[in-house]
């Protein structure tokens, strides 16, 4: 609670980090903001050839059954890699200014929420377009966006703080989430994964995200209930355990960096 009180007295310097990370994205680039619609309609048409052409998954409308994984992916893979060294990165202001080093990383995580609910954009008007309809269960699509936030936000607090110490994490975490992406259900159904396996795939989280998302966007239907609310119950110990490590290495921040 002392923590949260001191992260709610640096809300400006929070809401200056956040409109920061957005203006800086795509700083001094001749298209700017519209960059955050073409990069995943960029994304959304390598990979529909490759999956749906020269793979042939035998899916309708496969284009949204893989953008409306892809995005909420994108979100946690590069906010999780730029978090790794956001403390590394930003030593220059540690060391001269205190404030709540939580900040850092909680400040990348709701820019990067912003940037997926602009990219979210292109899959409505894809849904649209194809004639997928847009349905009331996307009522759930904030519960289910904050879960993934939080456990975004437990990651990076536990990842940033070790790679104060471990610099040679930051590439160690490009080489997991490279294998993470292709062990998670986002450019093919949870259906095909082999029931050997499948027990493997739902101790991951981002299974339950993902599905969560295809169920709200691709088919219109509620999620899965449990599976969300043991993904929630996964991030909130993710969270804990990261709060709890960041809490006892920041004090070694400043001299490490």
């Known amino acids: 609670m002392a923590l949260i009180k001191e992260v709610y007295n640096y809300r400006e310097?929070?809401?200056?980090?956040?409109?920061r990370d957005l203006r800086t994205r795509y700083k001094e680039s001749v298209l700017g903001f519209f960059w955050t619609l073409i990069n995943p309609l960029i994304m959304?048409?390598?990979?529909?050839?490759?999956?749906?052409t020269i793979m042939r998954m035998d899916i309708e409308n496969y284009s949204i059954f893989l953008f409306s994984g892809l995005l909420p992916w994108l979100y946690h893979q590069t906010v999780i890699a730029g978090n790794t060294s956001i403390i590394v990165n930003n030593s220059g202001l540690i060391k001269k200014v205190y404030f709540?080093?939580?900040?850092?990383?909680?400040?990348?995580?709701?820019a990067g929420?912003?940037?997926?609910?602009?990219?979210?954009?292109v899959l409505l008007v894809s849904m649209v377009y194809v004639g997928i309809p847009i349905t009331i269960n996307l009522v759930y699509f904030p519960i289910i966006l904050l879960i993934q936030m939080i456990l975004i936000?437990?990651?990076?607090?536990?990842?940033?703080a070790?790679?104060?110490?471990?610099?040679?994490?930051?590439?160690?975490?490009?080489?997991?989430?490279?294998?993470w992406f292709y062990l998670t259900p986002i450019f093919y159904p949870l259906?095909?994964?082999?029931?050997?396996?499948?027990?493997?795939?739902y101790l991951n989280p981002m299974t339950h995200l993902e599905q969560a998302y295809r169920q709200i966007f691709y088919y219109g239907k509620a999620p899965?209930?449990?599976?969300?609310?043991?993904?929630?119950?996964?991030?909130?110990?993710?969270?804990?355990?990261?709060?709890?490590?960041?809490n006892l290495l920041k004090k070694r921040f400043a001299e490490e960096l």
């Open 153 to 160: 936000l437990g990651m990076s607090m536990i990842l940033s």
């Open 13 to 19: 310097m929070l809401k200056n980090l956040v409109v």
């Open 224 to 246: 899965e209930f449990t599976n969300l609310l043991m993904c929630f119950a996964f991030s909130v110990g993710f969270l804990l355990v990261g709060t709890i490590l960041f």
């Open 44 to 52: 959304l048409l390598i990979y529909s050839i490759a999956f749906k």
């Open 162 to 179: 070790l790679n104060v110490f471990f610099r040679d994490l930051e590439h160690i975490v490009s080489l997991l989430m490279m294998a």
């Open 100 to 110: 709540p080093y939580e900040i850092l990383p909680l400040s990348t995580t709701i």
């Open 113 to 121: 929420a912003v940037n997926y609910l602009l990219c979210l954009i």
């Open 191 to 201: 259906t095909m994964v082999p029931e050997k396996y499948s027990h493997f795939f």
